[in-house]
């Protein structure tokens, strides 16, 4: 039997990064948090969906990681900067408070297949991190920019769609 708990963000984490400024270890009281529902509930896995920016929600996100860090990346140019900075804070938070921290793989995002920019992202970050990209391509699509939209996933929304089987074969990659 499948079971699946949600704790979606909400506007009130906004607010988190300015509560957390002057609060002694900072950076573990996201782990703390899920160590404590470790103790009382049993999950095969746990996602932590981290905002974009290097800030210290991201940086509480990956001192918790247990189980590696999964990175998006959007097929743009300017994704690969923020990717090299990326890979420094991951060294970062390995060294000062994660030392189990590791990169479980890179996933590649709004591929659009219509353009040389998406193949040549696509193939400067293999270059990079070789067999640490997963197979599964996510493609560009309106069906993905529609579902938030409705309030449902993927494959829910679209479940036939390119964007719902790329996820579905992400999916079966991760477990696998």
Not at 131 to 149: D, G, M, Q, T, W
């Amino acid at each position: 039997q499948t079971r699946l708990e949600l704790a979606p963000a909400s506007p009130d984490l906004a607010g988190a990064t300015v509560e957390l400024v002057d609060m002694p270890r900072r950076e573990y009281r996201l782990r703390s948090a899920l160590e404590n529902l470790a103790e009382t509930e049993a999950h095969d896995y746990i996602l932590i969906d981290c905002p974009p920016s290097l800030g210290i929600l991201t940086v509480s996100g990956l001192t918790a990681a247990t189980g590696g860090v999964i990175i998006p990346v959007q097929c743009e140019y300017l994704a690969l900067e923020g990717l090299s900075q990326l890979a420094r804070v991951i060294r970062l938070v390995r060294q000062a408070l994660n030392p189990e921290l590791t990169l479980r793989g890179l996933v590649m995002t709004m591929y659009d297949a219509r353009t040389n920019l998406s193949e040549q992202v696509v193939a400067e970050v293999q270059r990079h991190f070789r067999k640490r990209v997963f197979e599964a391509i996510i493609p560009r699509s309106v069906r993905l920019s529609e579902a938030p939209s409705f309030g449902v996933p993927i494959n829910v929304h679209a479940p036939r769609s390119a964007g719902a089987r790329a996820y579905e074969a992400l999916a079966v990659e991760l477990l696998a």
